[in-house]
């Protein structure tokens, strides 16, 4: 999973707590993504980071919020969870300097309940 | 309409067949194309990577590109059970840092 380590793997929680999810990289990437997974509609982007204290939406970023204050942590925060977030969480990271351009590595998940 | 569109399946194969996937996209600007494999209850893992327009082969695995027509593929050959897995087409724009994706081709292989 290319030093990528989601935490945490599994969690079940209730509707209206605040749920906060984290992406740590050991590759020194300068993009981090974070990714819900639902069925039927594959991959969807909820926010991402440019650089530290740099992020902006994705096409799904409503009810969630993100914080990148070192290269190698991204956090993700509902923060009031609903149980349409129910969803497995992937984070994702990326470099410029990659030649293979834009290709991004996933880490292994999180697998979230909202009961 | 989605940018990007992969049938879902499900693939049923017999072992040793030849798997076909492909997906359509709609932006004219992507260049850069992915297949990524994902096994049950793991993250996606690239597969193939491939750049405009053209075909790019890896043991079993092709990857062709036709931007003319907007389709991209990706064939297994060979297939064995260990093939068994969702496989995810990518792809972005020059400089975009984002990808759009397909939603994913469930394939099994049985032995």
């Known amino acids: 999973d290319a030093g990528i380590t989601q935490s945490p793997r599994h969690k079940v929680t209730e509707t209206g707590t605040p749920v906060t999810l984290r992406c740590h990289q050991t590759?020194?990437?300068?993009?981090m993504y974070w990714y819900r997974q639902d069925p039927g509609h594959g991959l969807r982007l909820i926010h991402y980071?440019?650089?530290?204290?740099?992020?902006d939406k994705g096409e799904v970023s409503d009810g969630y919020s993100v914080s990148r204050s070192k290269t190698e942590d991204f956090l993700l925060t509902l923060e009031s969870a609903t149980s349409s977030q129910t969803s497995v969480y992937f984070c994702?990271?990326?470099?410029?300097?990659?030649?293979?351009?834009?290709?991004?590595?996933f880490g292994p998940g999180t697998r979230l309940t909202v009961l | 309409q989605k940018e990007v569109e992969q049938d879902p399946g499900p693939l049923s194969v017999p072992e040793g067949a030849i798997v076909s996937l492909n997906c359509t996209y709609s932006?004219?600007?992507?260049?850069?194309f992915m297949w990524y494999r994902q096994y049950s209850r793991k993250g996606p893992e690239l597969l193939m990577y491939?750049?405009?327009?053209g075909n790019k082969e890896d043991g079993r695995f092709t990857a062709q590109v036709d931007k003319s027509s907007k389709y991209i593929s990706l064939f297994i050959r060979d297939s064995q059970p260990s093939d068994s897995a969702t496989y995810l087409c990518?792809?972005?724009?020059?400089?975009?840092?984002?990808?759009?994706f397909g939603a994913g081709t469930t394939v099994t292989v049985r032995a």
């Open positions: 491939t750049y405009s327009s």
């Open positions: 932006n004219s600007a992507f260049q850069y």
């Open positions: 990518a792809m972005s724009a020059r400089n975009d840092y984002k990808l759009s």
């Open positions: 994702a990271i990326s470099d410029p300097r990659d030649s293979r351009t834009d290709t991004q590595y």
């Open positions: 980071s440019y650089g530290v204290k740099d992020t």
């Open positions: 590759e020194n990437h300068r993009y």
